[in-house]
């Protein structure tokens, strides 16, 4: 049964910070490949509110409940954006404004867009609430799983501690979108076989389309390329595999291979993976 936006809300709220230690950043600075991967998650976690933007013109509109959950979840994302911004900052690198300043001049077409295609989904695909939930689901799960490889590789309490009070909250993102997703799914062949579409034709990495391709496909294949990244990747998978209708679409280890190609195309290697010529054996 879905999660109740009363239930969800128990629990919501701001993403503690004040006590954190970030001048401990610069005495014992992150690995720059460490950076490269939080620059691209706070560059998603504000994005947050253009996904939104782009949900509200679709009829989930005129549910109070999603809406609720929409404003929660936005402003939830924008602290977590603040949070990470503040450990590039002590990096002396771009954060806040005049990182979102330029990624939004590079994307400004699609951002125009979106909207428009969003719509155009949400009023001729009857099933479309269903492909967004369980998209946004997907998401949360990966988004998950990647701070919790980021917080292992990095080794770093102070980091460590942020990004498991940042997984707290992306859990209960999930958890949401997942039990909604189960509902509108559940005895739904319909929704099932438009959902199961979509995915399979559409889904990609979050923030595939919003940042450059190769920042995106660097995430996703130095977290999850090998070793316990890729058993996180499974246990999303298995989440996939248990909803309704879903099972044995293979999205994400698809994404993870993918990704870790573009990246030894372009950059010759993926660090903490083998040889290039080892990944292709």
């Not at 993403?15 to 720059?32: A, C, G, I, K, Y």
């Not at 939004?104 to 269903?130: C, D, I, M, Q």
């Not at 949401?176 to 189960?182: G, N, V």
């Not at 294949?221 to 909803?243: K, M, N, P």
Request: with cysteine.
């Amino acid at each position: 049964m879905a999660i109740s936006i009363e239930k969800f809300q128990e629990q919501g709220g701001r993403v503690q910070t004040d006590d954190l230690d970030f001048e401990s950043f610069r005495t014992n600075p992150l690995h720059p490949d460490v950076l490269r991967c939080l620059g691209y998650m706070h560059d998603i976690e504000y994005q947050t509110v253009l996904y939104m933007r782009e949900l509200l013109v679709t009829p989930a509109w005129k549910d109070p409940q999603f809406t609720a959950f929409l404003t929660l979840w936005n402003y939830e994302e924008y602290w977590h954006g603040q949070a990470l911004g503040r450990v590039l900052a002590m990096h002396d690198r771009p954060a806040h404004d005049p990182r979102l300043h330029a990624m939004r001049k590079w994307n400004k077409r699609t951002l125009f867009w979106s909207p428009l295609v969003f719509w155009s989904l949400g009023t001729a695909v009857k099933k479309f609430p269903a492909v967004h939930m369980t998209w946004g689901a997907i998401n949360e799960w990966t988004a998950n799983a990647a701070y919790n490889r980021l917080a292992k590789i990095a080794d770093h309490p102070v980091l460590t501690e942020l990004l498991g009070r940042i997984m707290r909250q992306e859990g209960r993102h999930a958890a949401y979108y997942a039990s909604y997703s189960r509902d509108m799914l559940e005895n739904d062949r319909r929704a099932q076989k438009v959902t199961s579409w979509f995915l399979r034709h559409e889904w990609a990495v979050v923030g595939s389309g919003d940042v450059p391709k190769i920042e995106t496909s660097f995430a996703a294949a130095y977290l999850f390329g090998s070793g316990d990244g890729a058993e996180l990747i499974d246990r999303v998978e298995d989440r996939i595999d248990a909803l309704p209708g879903l099972s044995g679409l293979n999205l994400v280890r698809t994404a993870i291979r993918e990704a870790t190609e573009h990246v030894i195309a372009e950059e010759g290697s993926v660090p903490g993976l083998p040889e290039p010529a080892s990944v292709a054996s």
